[in-house]
């Protein structure tokens, strides 16, 4: 059964960092688009970072600049690097898997992890 488990999540003041982890069993993170996604109380989800089966990466305006996503396969680990950190930021973040090697706009990811509570105070 494919499974993602998020971790690294925490509270941090305006300025921190946090580097958020994704795991996975039963999927191989070097076939597929994976990406990070965040969903704040009264707000729409939003992706965040995306990063294809070859390396491709693409951002969210809100996080460029600031965030980084990147992969370890032969860990089968996902990262997501956050510095700079806003009150904004603020949201439970979830890494997601999409059933194909490249990520595009309005691709649907069909595995979800559980999720991770990033909370950013002024």
């Known amino acids: 059964q494919r499974q993602l488990v998020e971790s690294g999540g925490g509270s941090v003041q305006a300025g921190g960092s946090l580097r958020l982890s994704c795991g996975a069993s039963g999927y191989t993170y070097s076939m597929y688009c994976m990406g990070w996604f965040r969903h704040a109380p009264g707000k729409e989800r939003e992706g965040v970072a995306v990063i294809d089966s070859d390396g491709s990466t693409s951002y969210a305006d809100s996080v460029k600049g600031r965030f980084t996503i990147s992969k370890d396969n032969a860990k089968n680990t996902l990262y997501l690097q956050m510095n700079t950190l806003e009150p904004d930021d603020t949201a439970m973040y979830y890494c997601?898997?999409?059933?194909?090697?490249?990520?595009?706009?309005?691709?649907?990811?069909?595995?979800w992890g559980q999720g991770t509570q990033v909370t950013v105070s002024s």
């Open positions: 997601a898997a999409a059933p194909t090697s490249t990520c595009s706009s309005g691709l649907r990811y069909n595995v």
